[in-house]
T-cell receptor, first 113, second 114 residues
């Protein structure tokens, strides 16, 4: 079935370090891909999305490129801040359905000064 | 500001008791969803509703029930049949279905067993 796999956390970085969180997917069709972020004690917020191959989603210095050939949607940021500490979820959904989101397990990021 | 409001933030359930989690949205979204989040896991879909007076089971509907009498409201009842209800519950909503509209989430309700 359709699924999303993320790298296990926690990922621990110093402030201003480069961030990569890997995400790969398995899908029978051509899904849209999303990154959501969850800050402690809160719900999820949409961080960025891409709806077709080679699209790049970007927001708040984060970016991810939809790579159909490697079925990947890795999240990157050039210089992380302490305020980026959160759990990041990769997800996919298909058009023609009911907007069902299939989530990865989440990757916790901890950034220290 | 528009958004999704979940209440209460924390909820405790006694054995054999049903409890209801509230979810209200003022985003004028047609579709609403309930997810369960367990530690170290992603979100799993419990129920979803595409339109008023209609709802469908998600992946883990057993032990839960919902209603959708108003566009703005989608309450979730955790029944006594749900043997492991301790989790973080998230409500979400989106415009329509079938066109990959992003889902907007509330801040969640944490349910624990007394």
């Amino acid at each position: 079935g359709d699924s999303v796999t993320q790298m296990e956390g926690p990922v621990t970085l110093s402030e201003e370090a480069f961030l990569t969180i890997n995400c790969t997917y398995t899908a029978t069709g051509y899904p849209s891909l999303f990154w959501y972020v969850q800050y402690p004690g809160e719900g999820l917020q949409l961080l960025l999305k891409a709806t077709k191959a080679d699209d790049k989603g970007s927001n708040k210095g984060f970016e991810a490129t939809y790579r159909k050939e490697t079925t990947s949607f890795h999240l990157e940021k050039g210089s992380v801040q302490v305020s980026d500490s959160a759990v990041y979820f990769c997800a996919l959904s298909f058009s023609g359905g009911y907007n069902k989101l299939i989530f990865g397990a989440g990757t916790r990021l901890a950034v220290h000064p | 500001d528009g958004g999704i409001t979940q209440s209460p933030k924390y909820l405790f359930r006694k054995e054999g008791q049903n409890v209801t989690l509230s979810c209200e949205q003022n985003l004028n979204h047609d579709a609403m969803y309930w997810y369960r989040q367990d530690p170290g896991q992603g979100l799993r879909l419990i129920y979803y509703s595409q339109i008023v007076n209609d709802f469908q089971k998600g992946d883990i509907a057993e032990g839960y029930s919902v209603s959708r009498e108003k566009k703005e409201s989608f309450p979730l009842t955790v029944t006594s049949a749900q043997k492991n209800p301790t989790a973080f519950y998230l409500c979400a909503s989106s415009y329509g279905v079938g066109d990959n509209q992003p889902q907007h989430f509330g801040d969640g309700t944490r349910l624990s067993i007394l």
